[in-house]
């Protein structure tokens, strides 16, 4: 399905060299003064723009100019569906005409293919991490009606490879060096973002098959490239005792919010598409630019799932 969420529904749309990108907000309130800076902070985070390090030239090359359609007057929502788009002004299919008649390893060329019996083999098409721009529009939205209920979301890139992380990655040059090396040598590495919500008040999560945890884990699962979800002590506690771990709920009783700050981790594998056998510009680690991108997600879940406990009370 291309639609996240029941009564904050986002539906999105576009492929990596197409026209654009976009999406449509459904079940926006009215009155919500929307931060066009804060936008297109989240957007320059997507892009690499804000990051140390260089990362996919597409990425950067990419204005990502957001085209708002309807639903917002003045900076301000009328409640009605939130439309908009992103234009692809870097796009270069032709970097990818080889690949018309050939199938990627690790990449989705051959599923869609067998399922659909066609596919956009430009970049990817829906299955390239260029659809996730609109995600972050969505997200940055969701952010701020969550910001004026006192909840908030940050994610951090934690670990590189094998190595943590511990400082902000901008500060780790010796992680910059080994990044260079790796794109040097035309390859790519993995990492893992760690999500922490503030502020979630007791009652958000349904019993039994819609709990927190699990809307939040179908959310970041669906982002390109997530391989795993934990939340709270996550594979860590696997050789912990009852007695040690009983403490700590990690945000979630049975599903539902206990009030305390709900923790989570997502693990991005390598960029499957490489300079060693691809022709194009690719990240060396797509981990760099996710966190946004997983703030996004968790962000357009939990207004769904805060609408949703609101309108149980």
């Known amino acids: 399905m291309n639609t996240i969420g029941n009564i904050f529904r986002f539906t999105d749309f576009g492929e990596s060299h197409g026209a654009a990108v976009g999406g449509v907000i459904d079940g926006c309130p009215s009155g919500i003064s929307i931060d066009m800076a804060a936008v297109r902070h989240d957007l320059d985070r997507r892009a690499g723009r804000t990051c140390l390090f260089s990362v996919s030239e597409r990425a950067k090359a990419e204005p990502d100019e957001v085209e708002f359609l309807s639903g917002i007057t003045d900076g301000v929502t009328l409640g009605t569906p939130i439309a908009f788009i992103i234009r ?5 299919p032709e970097d990818y005409e080889a690949l018309r008649d050939t199938f990627r390893r690790g990449h989705a060329d051959m599923t869609y293919q067998l399922k659909y019996g066609i596919r956009d083999y430009r970049g990817g098409g829906r299955a390239s991490a260029r659809e996730t721009a609109a995600r972050v529009v969505a997200g940055a939205i969701a952010k701020q009606i969550l910001l004026e209920k006192g909840i908030s979301i940050v994610a951090k890139l934690v670990q590189i490879g094998a190595d943590v992380l511990a400082e902000d990655i901008t500060v780790e040059t ?48 669906s982002i390109n490239a997530c391989k795993g ?22 945000g979630a009783l049975g599903g539902i919010s206990d009030g305390t700050d709900f923790c989570f981790r997502c693990v991005f594998k390598p960029t499957p598409s490489i300079a060693k056998e691809v022709k194009g510009r690719h990240d060396v680690c797509i981990a760099l630019r996710t966190p946004v991108i997983v703030e996004a997600m968790a962000a357009i879940t939990l207004t769904d799932l805060y609408f949703e406990y609101m309108a149980r009370k």
């Open 88 to 92: 692809n002004r870097d796009a270069r």
């Open 174 to 221: 010796e992680y910059i060096q080994s990044l260079q090396q790796l794109q040097e040598q035309g390859d790519s590495i993995g990492g893992i973002v760690s999500c922490t919500i503030h502020g979630l008040p007791v009652g958000i999560g349904e019993p039994v098959f819609d709990k927190l945890q699990a809307r939040l884990a179908y959310a970041a699962m």
């Open 229 to 250: 979800f934990e939340y709270g002590s996550g594979f860590g506690g696997v050789d912990k005792t009852g007695s040690q771990l009983n403490p700590f709920s990690g």
